[in-house]
């Protein structure tokens, strides 16, 4: 084997190890993308589970405001329900506009709800309803953190799979499309949690 024979294998050899270091740099983007979702996923079911709470607490002094604790259960189903449909496809586009609208809709119930307690001050100033309130407002928060860190790693592996030379290469490594961010309706709701007050 002459020169000219050695160097050809050493460029191929360099041409595999780049092409390997893309397609590992996809995986490693697209899976921490994935687990920015697995984090919203758990504060989101945290978040699910105190609702039922909230309202259990609050159906003795509001027995009359029925349609508005339906609106916040049937709500909070339905955020569920698309929560394990976005849990199976983190970042595709149908899936998370699924999952903004169920929280939007989740969101302007919960706002009536807060606005029906503010007309009873008992309730309001029921220690568990307090209790409640807190972990809510705290959950809030740890939703848009992990919001905010998913949508950066989505830019990120976006950002990767759109560059050149990584964009020859994606579509052939399965990664087809962009990862979609997790955003809601009312632009200000991506930069601070919605506030819960009771």
Do not use: C
């Amino acid at each position: 084997m002459g020169t000219s024979g050695i160097i050809t294998l050493i460029v191929i050899v360099l041409a595999i190890i780049y092409i390997a270091a893309i397609y590992n740099r996809l995986v490693a983007l697209r899976n921490r993308y994935q687990n920015g979702f697995a984090q919203i996923e758990v504060q989101l079911k945290r978040r699910y589970d105190l609702i039922p709470n909230l309202v259990e607490t609050a159906k003795a002094y509001l027995s009359h405001e029925k349609e508005t604790l339906s609106a916040v259960v049937e709500a909070r189903n339905g955020a569920v329900n698309s929560l394990k449909t976005a849990s199976k496809a983190p970042g595709d586009t149908s899936a998370m506009d699924l999952l903004a609208n169920a929280e939007q809709t989740l969101g302007n119930a919960l706002g009536k709800f807060n606005m029906v307690v503010e007309n009873y001050p008992e309730l309001k100033a029921s220690e568990n309803m307090q209790q409640l309130s807190e972990e809510l407002t705290s959950t809030e928060n740890k939703v848009a953190f992990a919001r905010q860190a998913f949508n950066d790693f989505v830019t990120e592996y976006n950002s990767y799979r759109q560059s050149f030379p990584p964009v020859l290469f994606a579509g052939a490594f399965g990664h087809r499309k962009d990862a979609e961010l997790l955003e809601f309706a009312d632009s200000a709701a991506i930069q601070e949690a919605p506030k819960v007050s009771f």
